[in-house]
């Protein structure tokens, strides 16, 4: 069985992917700006693969943090990369999961592909464009190969607030005759944990290097998830004023060329709960 070192493992994601792939697993434990911790760790088994997922992710946690959310988001990687490159035998294939908040959001509907401008438009966006750089630098190591995954929205039935889905259950689920809600006219491309995992996976098998969007490619307002969750908890809402509409969708054709189909949220909700 393959070893595979991960970080993050216990996260909403690391989850999924120690139930989805069929590796064995070996988690980070310590503090990963700790560069000693990360190095002796990386040196306790000879890895076939590093899937790196490890990161301050909430961006309200992020914004009040900043400091301590670099040193986890960009030191920590930083350690990583300078630990592997230790390594007389390293892992052939490296994964880091990045996100789609080093892209702008847009008022208007646009598909973004690996080529587009990258400009983050959170904090956390920046630390990952951050961390990407160093990753970057790293990329003419002949062996290992870096991979990239700039990950837009996902949601799972681990997941809780403050992220926006888990937030509008528990909203929506509270006993009101009528429920007010605000600030919604935002589209987003949401994808499952399972699909992020079968993602990785597939890439992991073709060995692929540099940067992939993950991401249906399929847009949804917020305003229709919150009517979908509505509908299921037999709930009755309604909006405030609109907001002005944001856009950050995903053109993921590169990833399904190599034949990764990811579900639809509009069409199968329970595939994501």
């Not at 693969?49 to 914004?63: E, G, M, Q």
């Not at 464009?129 to 870096?146: D, M, S, V, Y």
């Not at 991979?147 to 992220?163: A, V």
């Not at 009517?227 to 909006?239: D, M, Y």
Request: hydrophobic fraction near 35%; include cysteine.
């Amino acid at each position: 069985m393959l070893k595979c070192a991960i970080t993050g493992a216990n996260g909403v994601l690391g989850k999924r992917l120690r139930q989805t792939l069929p590796y064995k697993f070996y988690s980070f434990k310590d503090n990963i700006a700790d560069y000693n911790k990360v190095l002796k760790w990386i040196n306790s088994k000879q890895f076939d693969l590093v899937i790196h997922l490890a990161a301050i992710v909430p961006t309200n946690r992020v914004d009040k943090n900043f400091k301590i959310a670099k040193k986890i988001n960009v030191d920590g990687t930083k350690n990583i990369i300078k630990a592997l490159s230790t390594l007389k035998e390293p892992p052939k294939w490296f994964f880091f999961a990045s996100t789609s908040h080093v892209y702008p959001s847009t008022n208007f509907y646009k598909k973004i592909s690996e080529k587009c401008i990258t400009k983050p438009y959170s904090k956390y966006g920046k630390t990952k464009k951050e961390a990407e750089k160093i990753i970057q630098k790293n990329f003419n190591n002949k062996n290992i190969k870096f991979c990239i995954g700039r990950i837009f929205s996902f949601t799972d039935k681990r997941q809780k607030p403050p992220y926006i889905i888990p937030s509008l259950f528990t909203k929506i689920k509270k006993k009101r005759k009528s429920i007010l809600l605000s600030n919604l006219n935002h589209y987003r491309d949401f994808i499952s944990t399972k699909d992020i995992a079968l993602a990785i996976n597939l890439l992991f098998k073709k060995k692929k290097r540099g940067i992939f969007n993950i991401g249906s490619g399929n847009s949804i307002n917020l305003k229709s998830i919150a009517k979908i969750i509505a509908k299921k908890e037999k709930r009755k809402i309604q909006f405030s004023t609109d907001n002005n509409p944001t856009y950050l969708l995903s053109d993921s054709k590169k990833l399904k060329k190599l034949g990764w189909k990811p579900k639809n949220f509009k069409n199968n909700i329970s595939y994501f709960y």
